[in-house]
């Protein structure tokens, strides 16, 4: 295949300790066809800002760019977290028609980058998008989700070190009976 990347990058917030990454069951993203795979990016910004994902948020997420995270509701335990990059040969994967690297068969890893999520988060290299008070949207109305996505005006820049949202996890914990 013409221009191939000869590296690749698997994301996840899973620490993998047996040197190998299994394909799983999932979905090839342009016709949405179930398939048992290892997915990877040439892009290591990509895998890295998708290895974080799943920690940072809950509800609904969507990486806009490949260093811009906007989510629902952010995760409360994202202190001390941590992902992984599997740096990964290229032989073996076949390119989708949107240009998603997949292999049928399980890859060993090359190479383990680990990532300190709130660090990613406080330098910059993650931005993320938290939706505002007020505006919500059901787990099964995907179409709600990608109409507030597309406004930008519907979300707030999380600041870790913001007054605002050490107020709002103060305000939740003294409701949860934990802060008196």
Known sequence: MANKAKTL?????HKITDGVIHARDAYLPTTNTPITAVFATPDLVHAKNYACMRLIAEGWKSPRTSDTL???KLNQDISGKKAYIYELDSDGFERDADGTYYSLTNKPIKKVIEIDVMQEIKSGNIKVYVLKDGIDCPQDRGDIWAELVN??????LYKPDSKKFDMAFLVQM???GLNK
Request: hydrophobic share 20%.
């Open 9 to 13: 990058y698997h994301g996840s917030q």
């Open 70 to 72: 906007y989510v629902q």
């Open 151 to 156: 406004n930008k005006d519907n979300f707030e």
């Open 174 to 176: 003294k409701d949860l």
